[in-house]
Every structure is written in C-alpha cells, then in structure tokens.
C-alpha cells in the first residue's frame, strides 16, 4: 500500500523591508505624555495612597512611582532596539494581510493622509492637552478611591478625544518622520553606489 503525502506550500508575495523600522517617533511621544500623565497624577497618587486608601508611606510611593517610569523606558527602549535590529538584519517580510489593500493607494496619498493626520489630530490634541491630562488625573483619583459617583461623563469625553487624537497625531507624525529618513537613506545609497 503506497501512500502519498502532498504538501501544498502557499508562497506570500513578499516586500522588502524598511529601515529604519515605523515606531520610534511614536514610542517616543507616547513615552513623554505617560511621564507627564504619571508626573502630575503623583501628587494625588501620594495622597491616595498614603492616607486615604492605604497607609503608605509617601516616599514609598514615589518610589514605586519613579520605578514604574524606569522600568516602562527600559520596556520602550528595549522594544525599539529589538524593532530596529529586526529591520536592519531582515531583508524581506511576510506581507501582510491589509498591506495587499494598502497598496492600491498611492503612496503620495499616504504621505498626505499622514500629514493631516497630524496637523489635525496634533491641533485637537494641543487644545486638549490641560483638559485631557486633568480630567485623567481626576478619573484616576475617581477609580482609586472606587466613587463611580464622581467620574464625570464631561472627564471622560475629554480623556477619550485627547488621548485619540494624541495617538493619531504621534502615529501619522512617526510614518512621516520614518519615510523621510528612508527616502533620504535611499538617496544616499544611490549616490554613493559605484557607477559602472
């Protein structure tokens, strides 16, 4: 009894991959609004757990807040590393499902999407960010202190519009950034190749 095995090896179409990899303009910005989010909720933070919920010592604390800082920047970083290692080693990548659709659309038209993109988002996000980053710290003193009562619909609108717009603003603002750098590479690359 003879038995036949087929394998059927579905080839992806690939593309070439970029370098430097999208993402650190992104991680970046996204890094500085969480210091500055967990920079000005310290105050209440310390109040909270401290005296109200638990008793803390206030310098433990801030140590606790400190080190969650350093061990996201670490995370960030280390990630980023790893992302751009990644895209400098690797000479293709497995395309992905959206990037067969995305590629029907001009690149010229990304670039002006992304360009509005943060224009507008990063506009909406300046006019927010006091109302966003309060209404943040409000909503953590709100949770922490388990008072449903207090979270105001007013503080959530202003979280929601200002952090959406803050990550559509960083993300159109980081495949800019990232495409100039590959274009600029490029040239490079065909002016400094020998000429035969």
Do not use: N
Request: proline share 4%; hydrophobic share 55%.
């Amino acid at each position: 009894m003879e038995t036949t095995v087929t394998t059927r090896t579905k080839k992806r179409p690939r593309r070439e991959g970029g370098f430097p990899a999208y993402g650190p303009v992104d991680a970046a910005l996204g890094y500085w609004l969480f210091y500055v989010v967990v920079d000005r909720a310290t105050p209440t933070v310390v109040d909270l757990f401290a005296g109200r919920v638990l008793e803390l010592s206030p310098s433990l604390v801030r140590l606790g807040l400190a080190a969650l800082l350093w061990f996201v920047l670490a995370v960030t970083l280390l990630d980023q590393l790893r992302t751009q290692f990644d895209a400098l080693t690797r000479r293709s990548v497995p395309e992905r499902d959206w990037w067969s659709v995305s590629r029907l659309v001009p690149d010229q038209y990304w670039m002006l999407a992304y360009g509005l993109g943060t224009v507008l988002a990063g506009a909406t996000a300046l006019v927010t960010f006091e109302v966003g980053t309060a209404a943040a710290v409000t909503l953590i003193e709100s949770v922490a202190t388990v008072d449903v009562a207090a979270i105001s619909l007013l503080d959530v609108v202003a979280v929601v519009v200002f952090f959406v717009s803050f990550a559509v603003a960083s993300f159109s603002l980081d495949r800019l950034a990232i495409r100039a750098i590959r274009v600029l590479l490029a040239g490079e690359r065909v002016s400094t190749a020998p000429k035969r």
